[in-house]
């Protein structure tokens, strides 16, 4: 097994890191130019250069913080989305996820995004660190004014906006985590999630946010939703298809088979938690608070998340009433999602109503979606794929409806992210799938991936009862 699971890694694309050199930090460059610009302005604003360069790298580390809590809140909404047999074991995948993640953009994943981008590709470079003027601050026994300002010249401590970038590609890793719950195996969905984090992700991403042809062209994703959340849907959806539904979920009839979730206050905890992670992930991609001008722009975007979300469930909680005669409670959860990824990619408008609006449809499209994706076979556990996928596309499109994007840009970068997304994950299942096999046993499903793969169940004390669950 670990002799196959070492050659599946190598097969895809590990292998090239022979070729990689070693390479200190350069910056991103919306970043940079966001941050440099504070720090330029600052001493005429009475500001002092260093106040605007502790306060950037200060808004990277703790609105960072911020997202890397977003990894609990995923890990608790799939826990109570799943059945009690699977919880420890989607648990595990969350936390390992997230760990890889940063190992790979850490190697490979930020150079490739940012570094030397010549349109559709960074540096093949290994390991990004940090920048020689700061290690010359850093080992210097009397610091000079020379070394303070060669750092403060750049915006921001070079590191802090590393790990701002970093959290985000786990959020998308995250996404695929749920959609392929309960009966893919824990190490095949962990090759998959080396090359989404190291490769897949990065590469699209340099495309905008690294300077590339879609930044040329003038596409607009202000904090991610193709760049991070339609990433992830569409590398749900094509693990979905590959993977195929749990057994069970559907009959030859077409009908379909429910499978609720064990422990809907925990899913609800995972959205409050994702909501406020959110804050850190909209409000940290103004990528600056060096000045006054950046401290009202976060503020509007803070508003902006916050309004999209509330739009969200209330348009998701109407739509059930009217579609199901019911009130659904998952379903106003993914609206809050649905309405945070929704106006993910065009938070900073100034006409706040409109945030309302853009989270409503995010949350409309959900209920909408749901019963579409079911009628296709595609058993998604958490709904991830309406929620990001779905509301990914919409808010990168409000952006060219709403805001100052061009629409026509706006679709051609969604259509590029997506089957560039689309085309590179079918490859790396099916690699997968072929060398080392995706799916557990029939027994095994039935019996539990906590059991079967972990050997421990996230509920002891309700001892043969999860397996019935």
């Known amino acids: 097994m670990l002799k196959k699971l070492a050659l ?24 940079a130019e966001a941050a440099a610009e504070t720090v330029e302005a600052a ?10 360069f502790v306060f950037n790298t200060f808004s990277f580390l703790i609105t960072g913080a911020l997202v890397m809590w977003m990894a609990a809140g995923f890990a608790m909404l799939e826990s109570g989305l799943v059945r009690t047999k699977n919880t420890a074991a989607i648990c595990l995948k969350n936390i390992t996820l997230y760990s890889i993640a940063g190992i790979m953009y850490y190697l490979i994943g930020y150079d490739l995004m940012y570094t030397d981008v010549s349109g559709y590709i960074g540096s093949f470079s290994l390991f990004y660190n940090t920048s020689e003027a700061e290690l010359a601050l850093l080992g210097a026994e009397e610091p000079t004014e020379e070394m303070v300002a060669a750092v403060v010249g750049n915006g921001y401590a070079v590191m802090s906006d590393w790990f701002f970038q970093m959290v985000f590609v786990a959020t998308a890793a995250s996404i695929v985590s749920g ?19 190291g490769l897949i992700y990065p590469i699209q991403g340099s495309w905008t946010w690294g300077g590339g042809w879609l930044a040329e062209m003038g596409f607009s994703d202000f904090a991610g939703s193709t760049i991070v959340h339609s990433v992830g849907g569409w590398a749900a959806l094509t693990g979905a298809f590959i993977v195929g539904a749990r057994r069970g979920k559907y009959n030859k009839d077409g009908s379909i088979n429910p499978m609720p979730g064990a422990n809907l206050p925990l899913a609800t905890l995972g959205t409050f938690i994702l909501w406020l992670g959110w804050f850190g992930f909209n409000g940290g991609s103004q990528l600056a608070l060096g000045s006054a001008l950046d401290a009202v722009a976060m503020a509007g975007v803070f508003v902006n998340t916050n309004l999209a ?16 005669r019911k009130i ?17 990619a065009g938070p900073d408008l100034t006409n706040h109503f409109m945030s ?13 979606a749901v019963p579409i994706i079911d009628r296709m076979k595609v058993d998604d556990v958490v709904g991830a794929i309406p929620a990001h996928l779905v509301a990914g596309i919409w808010g990168t ?23 560039f997304v689309l085309i590179t994950s079918a490859i790396v299942w099916l690699i997968i799938k072929a060398i080392i096999g995706l799916r557990v046993s029939e027994d095994d499903e039935a019996l539990g991936l906590d059991r079967a793969e972990l050997g421990m169940e996230a509920y002891p004390e309700f001892g043969q009862g999860s397996q019935r669950a």
């Open 356 to 368: 309302i609006i853009i989270g409503a449809v995010g949350g409309v499209l959900v209920v909408l």
């Open 328 to 344: 659904d409670l998952t379903f106003a959860l993914n609206g809050a999602i649905a309405g945070l990824v929704s106006i993910t």
């Open 43 to 52: 001493p005429a604003m009475g500001v002092p250069a260093e106040s605007a």
């Open 179 to 197: 959609t392929l719950a309960e009966r893919i195996r824990f190490w095949p969905f962990m090759v998959f999630i080396i090359v989404l984090t």
């Open 8 to 31: 599946a890694t190598g097969a895809l694309g590990l292998v090239g890191l022979a070729m990689i050199e070693p390479s200190l930090a350069q910056e991103s460059e919306a970043a």
């Open 397 to 419: 499109l409000a952006v060219g409806i709403f805001g100052g994007g061009n629409l026509g840009v706006q679709i051609v970068g969604i259509a590029a992210v997506g089957a």
């Open 309 to 324: 979300a509330a739009g969200g469930v209330v348009a998701a909680i109407i739509m059930t009433q009217i579609m199901f």
